[in-house]
């Protein structure tokens, strides 16, 4: 019974001992698998030139896992066998999309490399491993002023990243910013694509708020008027403009005073130096006096007296110029009277210097004759008279302006000024040209 005992207890000794072998053997194998020099090991089956049946065989695959350079890039395998040290078949690989299609391997991303020897057959998927291209880890370079400005327009750092050709590269930033304050630049991770992995993501940065000095605009003196009032202020501006800045504290009443630029109100952006607030004083309203009663009084007197003046002459010039179309109207028809009193004047003359002896010496004729006489005699002698008289009547001011007129005028007219006409240049004697009327209605009768 004992020695049954015991050998169980062998039989368990050294089926825990072969464990542990097997475990330490696993354990020698992955760490071979996976060298420090990125070398890699597979188990193949393989058949061929040189193959010699029952040893093992494994492909020893060389940088599978490569970072992205801008080249093509392709790993490398070498054939081997576990019980023979001298054998050694290098492999020519093909790196392959996924879509099964050989590409030269540029660019950061997963590939598949099949290593292939010249006589040898591989079984389904023994020569296939995967192939990594990695992307190049780069730090940001970020383009910081040392001082940011208020200036109203959108400012801050700015980003790039050296390639491999070392080549620098601008980035797209986001978080700039326009007002005054802190804040944080940044760029995306894949800013730069998939071929390069960015660090250095972010950059804090300060925008200063802008200096604006202040100055004051003071009236000579204030006066108490029962409206707030006082001195204003004023800021230079970012572009050197000048802008005009809140300011409390005006008063109404007369005393002395202090108005105060309200802070609150200007711009957050703006930093203001200089007198932030002005003494001033608002004088009482002082009365007019006598001086100053009679000197309004005067003044309100002068400028109604102005107003007339100005009433009067738009009046008087309106009147003026009705009168004067009104006798000129009258003169051209005193001018055709006359004119047509001539011609008909002139006519008798002929009639008479031809006439002959009548035909018919009844008392009709005779007397008709004789009236005709009497009148034409009338008219030269009123006639000779108008044209002989040389009075002073005949230099008024109408000469100057009308002189065919004004000769035609005095014939019809006694050659006396009217006083009472604006223009000094008509008559008082308007019975003449009655007169004259009357002639000349004596002369048409005869004549028919």
Not at 121 to 127: K, M, R
Not at 173 to 202: D, F, I, K
């Amino acid at each position: 019974m004992s020695k049954i005992v015991r050998l169980i207890h062998s039989i368990i000794i050294i089926a825990l001992v072969g464990t542990v072998v097997v475990l330490l053997a696993s354990l020698n194998h992955i760490v071979y698998a996976e060298s420090q020099d990125n070398t890699v090991t597979s188990d193949v089956s393989v058949s061929g030139d040189g193959i010699t049946e029952g040893y093992t065989y494994y492909l020893e695959w060389n940088n599978l896992s490569v970072i992205y350079n801008g080249s093509g890039q392709t790993p490398s395998a070498v054939l081997k066998c576990y019980e023979d040290d001298s054998f050694a078949i290098e492999s020519t690989v093909t790196v392959k999309d996924n879509l099964g299609l050989a590409v030269n391997a540029v660019d950061a991303r997963k590939y598949v490399a099949v290593a292939e020897c010249e006589g040898i057959n591989f079984s389904v998927g023994d020569n296939e491993k995967e192939f990594t291209i990695s992307p190049l880890n780069i730090t940001v370079e970020w383009d910081k002023s040392s001082t940011y400005i208020y200036n109203g327009n959108e400012q801050g750092p700015k980003a790039s990243y050296k390639d491999v050709n070392n080549n620098t590269v601008p980035l797209i930033t986001s978080g700039l910013e326009t007002n005054a304050g802190t804040y944080t630049a940044s760029v995306s991770a894949n800013a730069a694509g998939a071929n390069y992995a960015l660090t250095n993501l972010t950059c804090d940065f300060l925008i200063e708020k802008f200096v604006a000095k202040t100055f004051w605009v003071v009236a000579d003196y204030y006066v108490e008027n029962g409206k707030a009032q006082g001195p204003r202020a004023f800021g230079v501006g970012v572009n050197g403009e000048i802008i005009e800045l809140p300011v409390s504290n005006l008063a109404k009443e007369a005393g002395d005073h202090i108005a105060k630029i309200d802070i609150a109100e200007v711009n957050v952006n703006f930093n203001l130096t200089g007198e932030l607030t002005f003494k001033y004083i608002i004088e009482k309203e002082k009365p007019l006096g006598v001086v100053g009663i009679v000197f309004v009084s005067l003044f309100g007197v002068i400028l109604c007296a102005l107003l007339g003046l100005i009433v009067y002459f738009i009046l008087f010039q309106k009147g003026v110029m009705k009168r004067i179309q009104k006798d000129d109207i009258e003169l051209e028809e005193a001018k055709a009277e006359l004119k047509s009193l001539n011609e008909e004047l002139e006519s008798a003359n002929r009639q008479l210097a031809e006439k002959t002896k009548p035909q018919k010496s009844d008392a009709a004729s005779k007397k008709k004759i004789k009236t005709l006489e009497n009148s034409i005699k009338i008219l030269s002698e009123e006639n000779e008279r108008l044209k002989a008289d040389k009075s002073e009547c005949y230099k008024h001011p109408i000469e100057e302006y009308f002189p065919e007129i004004d000769k035609a005028f005095k014939r019809a007219y006694n050659c006396e000024y009217d006083s009472d006409d604006p223009k000094g240049s008509y008559y008082s004697q308007r019975q003449e040209l009655e007169t004259i009327n009357k002639l000349i209605s004596i002369y048409r009768s005869q004549r028919r």
